[in-house]
């Protein structure tokens, strides 16, 4: 039998990961990434080198709460087993594994998703922050989420994102349909929660960006308009920092599991 032709298990996990200090999702040259976190840990029970694909590819320090990811190992464990000897070896690491599912190789973390989630966590205090520093972004200025949340709703909706996109973005194309972007206020802090099949890169933070002017009053929602139908990313307000980005989940069509 070629090497090829071996049999492979593919497993379905959920992970949570504090990406402050890492280089985003992917492995690269230089850095830490969660994917060659993962991959050092799943060699040192399993005894091979194995992918780690994800239903998205975060930036350096944005964290998750509910990234799914697939890996295909060369035996097959019960899935528990898969989460308990990861988590062993992702001691003192920034990921955490939790849970795993046996799936059939029809699953694709990135391209059986149909729909994904992000929350963005703004803290909106003159105080410094403590507890959540490197976990939110740190507004002193007084925002108006009302507004920010009203201005939000010229986004959502099928539109060239162009304006929103880094010039670093690998998408074919900038057109993208939005289906929310809900701004809201509990104390202190302002959650913009959004969701999409797709987003390009730095999407969402820089619509936080923009709304964040919206909400010190900078720019008007006429002029967020006028940036979205720019096409141009030098319309752009601001780039939001990746400190208060977290990816949340990510919805499938159908159940891949395979009981066992």
Same mark, same amino acid.
């Given at each position: 039998m070629n090497i090829s032709d071996a049999p492979v298990y593919r497993y379905k996990l959920t992970l949570e990961f504090f990406g402050t200090g890492l280089v985003g999702w992917q492995k690269q040259n230089v850095g830490r990434s969660v994917q060659g976190i993962l991959a050092e840990a799943a060699k040192k029970f399993c005894h091979h080198d194995v992918t780690f694909h994800a239903a998205g590819r975060t930036d350096a320090g944005v964290h998750a709460l509910g990234m799914i990811c697939h890996v295909d190992l060369p035996q097959e464990y019960p899935a528990y087993k898969v989460m308990d000897a990861l988590n062993y070896h992702l001691k003192w690491q920034p990921v955490s594994v939790l849970a795993s599912t046996r799936v059939s190789e029809e699953f694709q973390a990135r391209f059986s998703a149909t729909k994904r989630y992000y929350r963005?966590? +703004? +803290?909106? =205090?003159?105080?410094?922050? #403590?507890?959540? @520093?490197?976990?939110? *972004?740190? /507004?002193k200025f007084p925002?108006? $989420?009302?507004?920010?949340?009203? $201005?939000?709703?010229?986004?959502?909706?099928?539109?060239?994102? #162009? @304006?929103? =996109?880094? /010039?670093?973005?690998?998408?074919?194309?900038?057109?993208?349909?939005?289906?929310?972007? %809900?701004? *809201?206020?509990?104390?202190?802090?302002?959650? +913009? %929660? @959004?969701?999409a099949r797709s987003f390009l890169h730095h999407q969402v933070r820089s619509m936080v960006g923009s709304l964040y002017?919206?909400? =010190?009053?900078? *720019? @008007?929602?006429?002029?967020l308009q006028q940036s979205l139908e720019a096409c141009n990313r030098t319309a752009l307000a601001h780039n939001a920092p990746p400190d208060g980005l977290y990816f949340v989940s990510v919805d499938y069509p159908e159940d891949f599991e395979i009981k066992k």
């Open positions: 963005y966590h +703004i +803290i909106n =205090r003159r105080a410094p922050l #403590t507890f959540q @520093t490197d976990r939110a *972004w740190h /507004v925002l108006d $989420a009302d507004l920010m949340h009203e $201005a939000a709703q010229l986004l959502v909706g099928h539109h060239d994102f #162009t @304006t929103f =996109r880094s /010039v670093e973005c690998q998408s074919q194309s900038p057109v993208k349909t939005l289906d929310q972007l %809900d701004v *809201w206020r509990e104390g202190e802090n302002i959650y +913009i %929660d @959004t969701s002017y919206v909400g =010190r009053g900078k *720019w @008007t929602k006429r002029q």
